[in-house]
């Protein structure tokens, strides 16, 4: 093999040659890598993404309405006039003597008061207001101011009678008690509403028994009337005694005499007459002879069967006879 000899700056020069060229190379290279970048975002299209960002709402803090407090003033200054005294001043300013006396240092007599003399005068102290205190609303009060009574209902009482007895209207003792009927049982509390009264209410409220009322004068028939067939019904009459109240009557006696007390018919009324029925006629042929006289009576209260327990009221009155036919005699057959 030939043997090539190069001296040291050829060779240098050779060396350079060679960075230089490779400089190139790789400078081409990059332009061309870059060149290629470029256009291929010239040619594309780009999608912006808006990205949004949430930023949170601060919380609202709660601020506590401070309680107002009562702001001391400062006292003010009053010149002594004629006349005047520690107790005039408190009066006339609303305030205690003691105040005046400890803000000036007075003795405790406040004796030393001059005519011109300058003091202090503090304000008054502020008067908290009373807490609210429960109102009751205006039913629950009517109801609350209500005066009223407990009654055990007894034996043969009625809610009628319980009513009569004490002036209160059955339908106010119902609505007190809650009570859908008229029924009362044995040893039933029951309320009883005294301001519910017609008329004002007594002293107490135990019922008072009026006086007995008097006897009353028979009117018609006259004494010893005599009824014939042709009287299918006799019409008694008398003088009333008075207003009656709501649970009093009077009761009509009327007894056949004729057939003994076996026959007997008492009547219930309001009115001042009673008509005696046709059914009491006699069934004989014989006249019979009648006893009637009337008096007055109160309910007390009712029995089992729910018919009304009365009891005397007041006198009897006279007694007064009468006759009655009842049905044609028979006629005497020929012989």
Known sequence: ????????????????????????????????????????????????????????????ALTETPIPTATIQPPHDYKIATGDTCTSIAVSFGVSVQSIIILNNLPVACNTLSIGQSIKIPYPTPTPLPQATATLESAQATLAACDKVIYTVQANDTLGGISANYAVPAEAIKSYNGLPTDSVYLNMNLVIPLCERAATPGPTPTPTTPPPYPAANLLLPADGTSFTLANDNITLQWASIGALRANE????VIEDVTEGQGRRLVGYVNDTKYIVPVSFRPKDSTPHIYRWYISTVRQTSTDEQGQPVWEPAGENSTQRVFSWQGVAPEATPKP
Do not use: K
């Open 1 to 60: 093999m030939p043997e090539i000899t190069l001296s040291l700056p050829a060779v240098l020069g050779l060396l350079a040659l060679f960075l230089i060229v490779g400089a190139a190379l790789v400078f081409v290279v990059m332009r061309m890598t870059g060149g290629a970048s470029t256009n291929t975002l010239a040619q594309g299209t780009s999608t912006i993404t808006p990205t949004f960002t949430i930023t949170p709402t601060p919380t609202e």
């Open 249 to 252: 009557a009077y009761t009509v």
